[in-house]
């Protein structure tokens, strides 16, 4: 089946601590998306990159970081600088063209700080 | 900065009613529009979308009306069903954008069916 996979669905993270959430798909998207989304909330978003090896700064980018080595994966590092990292983050991704504005978004990774 | 917005955060509706989810938007450039569903713990699903060049659109028991004037989207469900309780967020996209065509969405408006 293609989609977008995320993973872990939960994670816990100590004080201090570095974690990364995993996001793969086999769409064959060009453009990955990362959304943080509060209880109650709606979506900001984090990072995106529209091709590997490129990425930018969404609206609420401090604290995290983002790599993008193969069009696949588009891991997101939750570092110790973003203090209130209790949040449910998703991803999503489309395909390349201006007119393919539709996002499809994985099934989220719920995370929360021990 | 320009925003999507909501007018109710809770819609309770009963079940075999028709349901409208009202969305107002800010930026007078944006010229996509579309609605997603998410229920609880899993990520938004697409429900159906319009372009800047129409004012209404049909999908399976689900329109959207777009209006343009007063900046206003709203999404219809027909004959509500307990499957449809959810949260539902309406976004916004300028297309061609420099910044990279990403979608601005709304606050999200709950919908609880009532048996």
């Known amino acids: 089946d293609g989609g977008i996979t995320q993973s872990p669905k939960y994670l816990f993270r100590k004080e201090g601590q570095n974690v990364t959430l995993s996001c793969e798909q086999n769409?064959?998207?060009?453009?990955m998306y990362w959304y943080r989304q509060d209880p109650g909330q709606g979506l900001r978003l984090i990072y995106y990159s529209q091709i590997v090896n490129d990425f930018q700064k969404g609206d609420i980018a401090e604290g995290y970081s983002v790599s993008r080595e193969k069009k696949e994966s588009f891991p997101l590092t939750v570092t110790s600088a973003q203090k209130n990292p209790t949040a449910f983050y998703l991803c999503?991704?489309?395909?390349?063209?201006?007119?393919?504005?539709?996002?499809?978004f994985g099934s989220g990774t719920q995370l929360s700080v021990l | 900065g320009e925003s999507v917005g909501l007018h109710l955060p809770t819609l309770s509706v009963q079940e075999g009613d028709n349901s409208i989810i009202n969305c107002a938007y800010s930026n007078s450039a944006s010229d996509y529009f579309i609605w997603y569903k998410q229920e609880s713990g899993k990520g938004p699903q697409f429900i159906i979308d319009?372009?800047?060049?129409?004012d209404k659109r049909q999908g399976q028991r689900v329109t959207v009306l777009l209006n343009k004037t007063v900046k206003h989207l709203s999404l219809q469900i027909a004959a509500t069903q307990p499957g449809d309780s959810a949260v539902y967020f309406c976004a916004e996209n300028v297309s061609f954008k420099a910044a990279g065509n990403k979608l601005t969405f709304g606050g999200g408006t709950r919908v609880l069916v009532k048996p």
């Open positions: 999503a991704s489309r395909d390349r063209g201006d007119y393919n504005e539709k996002l499809f």
């Open positions: 319009i372009r800047s060049n129409m």
């Open positions: 769409l064959n998207h060009d453009a």
